[in-house]
């Protein structure tokens, strides 16, 4: 399967409800093997309700100027979440499908995680 | 005393180089229908692309990396390919102008042409992208074009009436005769002949071509917060001498022969000559970079190997590209259109593109991960956000303007 | 095969997994290759993922890794939609990745792989022929 296809698919909660789509994938980098980058395992999927747009590196907290664009990135982009991989249950070719009641984790590290679905 | 020189060298190739045919046409017609109540544009627009060059030399010497790599890195393929076909599309015009602008050079040198003398100035931009190093072909056309300063030294032959220019620069609204909409759509054709994107992505490749690094910064920034400015004041020389001399006639600016009158007139064959190896030789310089910048947008947008200071034989795709770049231009001259429509056409369209190169440049310039702590710091910022607005306007406001107008007649 | 379940880490690990996040999009997808001159070679123009297939359940024995990256045509469905066929592909492997920083390190020389067709080809047919081809400009 190719990265693109997994980018920009719609979310389904497991009530079917929708989560949004996802903007980004995220992996962990595994040890390095000698000279070579270890191998990056799929963790998550970042989901934004609002908007399939990049986010040009602002809302992971690395660019934040200058201030009008950030904060205009940051509106479009609220609510933008990270959805864990092991709640993933299937993946159709319109629509990612989770297994599971989701936590909340705000895609924004300096937002709170809270318990509730 | 080495570093000296270099500086010197630098900021004299940026005066020499800021004309293109953009800037002696727009400015020409501009002084000789409003005289000097466009002049704050042209200050705003040399304010805007001192702030932009800047940026992207920084990137480029900081981060090593020119402009449109990392245009594709942060908007993505979808965009960044609108963008590259935009910007692309628009340089390919600027590179008709400027090839024809060569050709009207040599036209006036020898009194024929101008269509025989297309396949010469292809030809000539060829070879010299084919073979000469960069640093090279850019101080000689550089250094070459301030034969353009005969536009100053004419102004002063020509004993203007300082006062009556004073106020038509400080009180435009005293000059608005006819439609208004006409002067704004001037303001904006002027507004994108002196914030070309060419030039950005050219400095920005260029600085990455000669190996800047973080040393080079303060080099980097005297070229252009010097050069550039300075290399502005011939723009309005340009404007000066057209409003000291066609105005008052209402002569009209259709050719190159329109804009060096006023030289002609005040210095005689001796000016005339400077004037025209001044224009030539800043039209080929022109037309080089715009070469060049076609090449370097595709090549990078498409991770292709780029670069001059690479042998052609290991930038076989960079190579291909700019030599259909030059037929194409050439084809479109070749059918008879008049260059200077053709320069009209490509600044106000210039203007349109503006929001697409400068956008993702100050995103880019505000990442620490390519900038370390180099990132632009809150007076660059609020200054990049203000003309980033100005181009907005100015862009949306392009087109409109042009349909209305009938390109400002 | 495992099922889709509850998380497994505290929750603070999928913002930060032991400092070694990596968002594919914003990091890896557009991004320039190199080879070990420091010449170009392509940009990443898709990602190829191995353990997850489109229409069927995940199976969560095994997380999904990268396994090769894309170039050439792949951009195209990225751009106009519509799916390429396997057999198209240009592949380079994960396993040539030196680096991934601001640009991606790969060990091989860009001549020496068959992603990088189009360029020798261009090179040999259209560029060399013309004098001064392969010589470096002065």
Redesign the interface.
């Known amino acids: 399967m190719l990265l693109s296809e997994l980018l920009d698919l719609p979310v389904r909660g497991r009530d079917g409800e929708d989560l949004g789509r996802v903007v980004d994938v995220r992996f962990r980098r595994g040890a390095r093997r000698g000279e070579y980058e270890g191998e990056l395992e799929l963790i998550a999927l970042i989901v934004s309700p609002h908007s399939r747009m990049s986010m040009y590196g602002y809302e992971r907290g690395r660019v934040n100027r200058p201030a009008v664009i950030a904060t205009w990135i940051a509106w479009i982009h609220r609510h933008s979440r990270v959805i864990p991989w092991e709640c993933v249950q299937r993946v159709d070719e319109d629509a990612i499908a989770l297994g599971v009641a989701v936590p909340v984790i705000p895609l924004n590290i300096r937002r709170s995680i809270s318990d509730s679905d | 005393m080495k570093k000296i020189f270099a500086v010197a060298l630098g900021i004299l190739t940026a005066i020499g180089g800021f004309v293109d045919i953009g800037d002696l046409v727009t400015n020409a017609v501009v002084g000789s229908r409003f005289g000097m109540s466009l002049t704050w544009v042209v200050l705003l627009g040399i304010v805007g692309i001192c702030v932009y060059a800047d940026m992207s030399g920084r990137v480029a010497a900081v981060s090593g990396r020119a402009t449109f790599e990392i245009i594709r890195e942060r908007l993505g393929p979808r965009a960044g390919l609108a963008n590259l076909t935009a910007s692309f599309l628009i340089n390919l015009l600027t590179l008709t102008a400027e090839i024809g602008g060569i050709a009207l050079a040599l036209q006036l040198a020898a009194g024929v042409g101008p269509g025989m003398w297309i396949p010469v100035a292809l030809f000539g931009v060829w070879i010299v992208v084919w073979r000469t190093k960069f640093s090279i072909m850019e101080n000689v056309t550089g250094l070459v074009g301030l034969c353009l300063i005969v536009f100053a030294v004419a102004l002063f032959l020509l004993h203007p009436d300082w006062g009556t220019l004073g106020t038509q620069a400080s009180q435009p609204w005293t000059q608005i005769t006819g439609n208004p909409l006409s002067y704004w759509y001037f303001a904006v054709a002027l507004f994108g002949a002196a914030m070309t994107p060419y030039e950005v992505f050219f400095f920005s490749s260029g600085g990455v071509e000669e190996g800047w690094t973080k040393k080079d910064l303060g080099t980097e920034r005297a070229n252009v917060f010097i050069g550039f400015p300075l290399g502005g004041m011939l723009s309005l020389a340009i404007a000066a001498c057209a409003a000291v001399v066609l105005l008052p006639k209402a002569i009209e600016v259709t050719s190159l022969s329109q804009i060096v009158l006023p030289v002609a007139q005040a210095g005689g064959k001796l000016a005339l000559a400077f004037v025209i190896v001044g224009i030539l030789a800043a039209t080929f310089g022109a037309a080089l970079e715009t070469t060049l910048s076609s090449g370097y947008t595709l090549a990078q947008f498409f991770g292709w190997s780029w670069g001059k200071f690479r042998k052609p034989a290991q930038a076989a795709r960079f190579h291909l590209s700019m030599i259909i770049c030059l037929l194409i231009g050439g084809g479109i001259l070749a059918t008879g259109v008049d260059p200077v429509a053709v320069t009209e056409v490509s600044v106000v369209f210039s203007a349109v593109a503006l929001p697409l190169t400068y956008f993702p440049i100050l995103v880019v310039a505000n990442d620490p991960e390519y900038m370390g702590d180099e990132v632009n710091g809150r007076i660059r910022n609020g200054l990049a956000v203000f003309f980033l607005a100005v181009i907005m306007v100015a862009a949306l406001a392009a087109i409109p303007l042009m349909i209305i107008t009938g390109m400002g007649s | 095969m495992k099922?889709?379940?509850?998380?497994?880490?505290p929750?603070?690990w999928?913002?930060?997994?032991?400092g070694?996040?990596?968002?594919?999009?914003?990091e890896?997808?557009?991004?320039?290759?190199l080879d070990p001159d420091d010449?170009?070679?392509?940009?990443v123009?898709?990602?190829?993922?191995?353990?997850?297939?489109?229409?069927?359940?995940?199976d969560?024995d095994q997380?999904?890794?990268?396994v090769a990256l894309?170039?050439g045509a792949?951009?195209l469905?990225?751009?106009f939609g519509g799916?390429m066929p396997r057999s198209r592909w240009d592949r380079i492997e994960?396993?040539?990745?030196?680096?991934?920083d601001?640009?991606i390190h790969i060990?091989t020389a860009?001549d020496d792989m068959d992603a990088t067709w189009?360029?020798?080809w261009?090179?040999d047919r259209?560029?060399?022929p013309?004098p001064?081809?392969?010589?470096?400009?002065?």
Do not use: K
Not at chain 3, 20 to 26: E, M, Q
Not at chain 3, 28 to 33: A, C, N, T, V
Not at chain 3, 39 to 43: K, L, M
Not at chain 3, 132 to 138: I, K, S
């Open positions: 099922r889709a379940t509850r998380p497994q880490h929750l603070e999928y913002r930060d997994p032991d070694r996040g990596f968002d594919a999009r914003l890896l997808l557009d991004r320039q290759m010449v170009p070679i392509s940009t123009d898709d990602v190829e993922l191995a353990g997850v297939e489109i229409g069927s359940a995940v969560h997380p999904p890794t990268v894309l170039v792949a951009v469905p990225r751009i799916h994960w396993r040539h990745v030196l680096r991934a601001s640009v060990n860009a189009l360029e020798r261009i090179r259209v560029i060399a013309i001064g081809g392969r010589h470096a400009p002065e």
